[in-house]
């Protein structure tokens, strides 16, 4: 009877074990592994972005080691220089043990290798995309970098855990250099151009303005006024200035000039006759118009031409784009000025850029 009864039991258990398959734990590989690095030359030094969607589960004790190849060198790789994502979702990362809901971290420089602990709580679900962020490029605040191997070739990143089944292994390459340097020159440009009419707009040369008959009752503003065009790529800017031939209006019959001076025009005087130019409107499309002291005044009041270069408006140091100004000559006669109608004078302009 108790033969049969050991029998009976044996049975029971090999019909058992014929109908439950037996569990068991394989070590899965990782998918869409990767790691994108900043630099690829040989010998510099590089951020790590890698990336993994893992099969396992990472829990608390479990370890993820990642090993680099040879020649890579990780020595000044520290905690602080690492970051450790969960889908997007950044866990503390420790030297060392971990706490609770941290990840500890372990460099072995001579094996290459760095290690992540999981402390407790941690519970990273398996099917979670992992981001190892090392170097720069980590928020933690990320100083240092591995550098790479000293040789061009295909180098091996490898994963494996203790605890954490699954493994993978991504490779990338070194190159002997991983930029390209592009050069380009940009011509210097000036473009300044005078016009001379009633209202804005492109008129022929010779220029020449009319004041027509001056007299001591009235200040007479020629009705044609000076208009000028500039553009420039000049970084440090572009001063247009202006100098007469005479010093003020010259009667060569009379011999006599009507001087110009900075001044303020004045009507009914019997010895003051005066002439010279002041600022009228101004627009640019990009950059700056700055008008003179001299010249921006506005009624009566005139700035002086001479023989010497008088600064009419500058781009304020930087280039400028459809810049254009508006320049209007004022003149009086005055009770002794002598009558001709040869008076006349020549301004002579210029736009000097400063690249």
Do not use: C
């Not at 970098?145 to 991504?170: H, K, M, R, W, Y």
């Not at 700035?303 to 009086?332: F, H, Q, R, Y």
């Amino acid at each position: 009877m108790i033969i049969k009864k050991f029998f009976s039991i044996l049975s029971v258990f090999m019909l058992l074990a014929l109908n439950f398959p037996a569990f068991s734990v394989h070590a899965a590989t990782v998918t869409n592994f990767s790691d994108a690095m900043s630099r690829a030359k040989v010998s510099v030094a590089s951020d790590h972005l890698i990336t993994f969607t893992i099969a396992d589960a990472f829990v608390e004790a479990d370890t993820m080691t990642l090993t680099f190849a040879s020649d890579f060198a990780i020595t000044n790789v520290l905690f602080t220089d690492v970051d450790f994502a969960d889908d997007g979702a950044d866990l503390t990362v420790v030297d060392g043990a971990p706490g609770v809901g941290e990840i500890g971290f372990a460099k072995n420089a001579g094996n290459r290798t760095i290690t992540f602990t999981a402390g407790a709580t941690v519970n990273v679900a398996a099917a979670s995309i992992i981001t190892i962020e090392i170097g720069t490029n980590a928020t933690g605040p990320g100083v240092n970098q591995i550098t790479n191997p000293t040789t061009a070739g295909s180098f091996q990143v490898a994963l494996t855990g203790t605890g954490f089944a699954d493994s993978g292994e991504v490779d990338v390459p070194i190159m002997d250099d991983d930029q390209v340097s592009i050069t380009a020159t940009v011509d210097t440009y000036l473009l300044f151009d005078l016009d001379v009419a009633a209202a804005h707009g492109d008129s022929n040369a010779p220029y020449s303005i009319s004041l027509g008959e001056l007299n001591f009752a009235a200040v007479t503003t020629a009705t044609d006024h000076i208009f000028m065009d500039l553009d420039s790529n000049a970084e440090n800017g572009t001063v247009i200035q202006v100098k007469d031939a005479n010093n003020g209006l010259l009667s060569s019959y009379a011999s006599y000039t009507i001087a110009s001076a900075s001044e303020t025009l004045t009507i009914n005087q019997d010895t003051n006759d005066g002439y010279g130019l002041q600022n009228g409107t101004f627009s640019f499309t990009s950059g700056a118009w700055n008008e003179s002291g001299t010249y921006n005044v506005d009624g009566a009041v005139v700035g002086a031409v001479s023989t010497a270069w008088s600064e009419v408006a500058n781009t304020n140091s930087e280039p400028i784009v459809g810049g254009s100004g508006e320049m209007l000559v004022k003149a009086v006669a005055a009770k002794i000025t002598s009558a001709a109608d040869d008076y006349a004078d020549t301004l002579t302009f210029r736009a000097t850029g400063m690249y």
